[in-house]
């Protein structure tokens, strides 16, 4: 599997972002893609998950009510949209496909394929 990530940008706070995520190859054996995020000298972190099946989605408490994640089956890729930004947003973000089919959803180790990823920055 091969995930292209494109649509990180600067952004003001409060202002809004769309991060895409193409994935090409053994798409049908994901369960799931989920997007995370790097700050510069922290752990990467879970933002948000999407079963590619069924479309649940899961998200982060820091960006939940403001991020939403969906897929399109017929084009492989999976979106982030980004309202209501905030400058702790500002990260390096990475989509990644699992196919696993249990629990960890939120780890990263879980998740077998990574983009290149794709900066994001919120300014005050």
């Known amino acids: 599997v091969q995930l292209q990530a494109s649509g990180g940008g600067l952004a003001q706070a409060g202002g809004s972002l769309r991060l895409s995520c193409a994935a090409s190859?053994?798409?049908?054996?994901?369960?799931?893609m989920g997007w995370f995020r790097q700050a510069p000298g922290k752990e990467r972190m879970f933002v948000a998950t999407?079963?590619?099946?069924?479309?649940?989605?899961y998200y982060a408490d820091s960006v939940k009510g403001r991020f939403t994640i969906s897929r399109d089956r017929a084009e492989n890729t999976v979106y982030l949209q980004m309202n209501s930004l905030k400058p702790e947003d500002t990260a390096v973000y990475y989509c990644?496909?699992?196919?696993?089919?249990?629990?960890?959803?939120?780890?990263?180790?879980?998740?077998?394929?990574w983009g290149q990823g794709t900066q994001v920055t919120v300014s005050s």
């Open positions: 990644a496909s699992r196919g696993r089919n249990d629990q960890g959803l939120t780890f990263p180790s879980t998740y077998d394929y």
């Open positions: 190859g053994r798409t049908f054996s994901s369960y799931a």
């Open positions: 999407i079963t590619w099946s069924s479309g649940n989605a």
